[in-house]
Every structure is written in structure tokens, then in C-alpha cells.
């Protein structure tokens, strides 16, 4: 299984700009491949990042402005062209499943695989998706309307088993691999402790990403943070514009390498600039005096968590 990675297919905002695109993720964890907020063209940049749209399953959209979703609908529809018949979930603010209903309804057209809507509305973090192995979270932000970040977290890893080892020794069959993976020793008939490290590799840790779009300056998400392995976090503004930014329902440079700071998030990325800064790398500059491990992204570079 590859290592969790992320592919940022576009981190621009909301006015058009040449060769940059709005916000789109496409997350890669533990086989499971996340669409993470859906600006217009994400369609094409998936296409240029190789990554197989029947593979999406899952598509979490932070909130209803449309550099965020306006490039849905012609995923949607792709996957009609396609015959898809696997079951789709999205998880958005209310008012999307009307929207897409609209569109069809006008262009007398149909989507005839399983499409479920999963309403988010809380203001308080919620579990919202759960498989074997791993965990998504919302996360509460503040923004001109209801906004949700999400944070992806893999769950325990099992151990590597030192194999060679395990062999020499008769009493341990096939069937006590699982328990030796999830870290238990080994107890002989006699009673006798085989301890686990002497069975096991090091375990390999989990991965957290935390995906954090249009928000104010918010201090109370730093608790759901706690040393993630990769933040993204918007940067609409640069600092000088703080108070505009608060006003607007943004972050500036400085407020975002601060909650990476708080946080003790191992890597940011920043993004959502707004086109009034032409030098992008004055983002980078600010935020770096606060939070050193900044980037800004290159779109589809694949960053592992
Ligand atoms: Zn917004």
C-alpha cells in the first residue's frame, strides 16, 4: 500500500486567473482516494493528474461558495456517461442535493448510480466517514457562511511481523498473526512470554491531514490539530490586510502559520491567495517567520503526509 499522499489540483480563490484553479484536493489514503472540495475544472486537472475518477468514492465539499463546488455538476455528469454504478457520497452543507436537483431537472437529464447526501450542519466536530482503516472529522470554521474543514486520520497501523522469527517457532500458527500485528506477545502452553517486539518491527505510525478551507483567524480549531502530519490552511491575505481578512471571513499569512505553530503541525501548506498579490511568494515569506516548514504548493505535485 502506498504512503498517504495528497495532490492539490487547484489552491487559487474565487476570481478566475490564468493557469491556476480554485480549490480541489484529491487526498490518498490507505486505498481510499478523497475528493476534497470541487472548484470549476477540477474534472480536467484529475484528468491531467492521472488519477482514475471512478476511483473517488467520497467527495467532501467545506462550504456552498462556488470556488468550492462549482466544479461538481460535470463530475456528476461524467459519471452518468460512464455508466457508473458504484455508490457515491457526498458530504456538504444543506442545499447541495437541491442545487444538483435543479440542474438536472432543466437539462431533462438523469443520474441513474446510488448517490447519497450526507447533511452536515453541526457546529461541534462529528465523526462523519469510518472504515477499516481510518477516520474523517469535521472541523468547525468561521467563515460568511456554514463552513466545515475535515480531518482525515489514519487509524493504528498493524506491525510488521519479523517473520523469520515467527517461523522458528512451532506453537505459533497462522491464525495468532493478527493479534502479534496488533501489538499482543505471544503465551506459550507453558506459560512462558514471547514479547511482541521480539515478533514485530516498529510500528509505522499513522498519518493525520487536516484540511482547513475559508476561514477566519480561529484559535479554537488548534485543539482538533494537535500535531497533525500535514495542515493546510488558507492565506487569502497577507497580513498587513488582517482586519479586511477577519471582516471577510478570512485568514492572512500570519494567522495561519500561527494555528500550524499552536498546533505543532509537522508541514504547511498555504493557499486561496487572492489575486490582488501578484508576488505569491510574500505569503510564503510572512508565514515562514512564524511556521518554517511552509510551502506554497505546486498544483498536481503529489505531497506525502
Ligand atoms: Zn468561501
Sequence with gaps: MEKSFLIILGYNSSLPFYNHHPTSQILYMKNNFFLIDCGEGTQTQLLKSKIKINKINNIFISHLHGDHYFGLISILSTYQLLRRNTLLTIYS?????????????????NINYPLRFVVLSSTKQKKIYENKNLKVYTLPLKHKIYTNGFIFKEKKNLKKLKIERIKKIKEINIKDYRSIQKGYSFIKKNGSIIPNKYLTYNRVKSLTYAFCSDTKYSPNIVKYLKKVDLLYHETTYLHKYEKLAYKRGHSTSVNAATIAKKSKSKKLIIGHFSNRFTNKSLFKKEAKKIFKNTIIPKTLKKYYI
Design 93 to 109: 452543507p444543506k442545499g447541495l442535493k437541491e442545487i444538483i436537483k435543479i440542474h438536472l431537472k432543466w437539462s431533462y437529464s
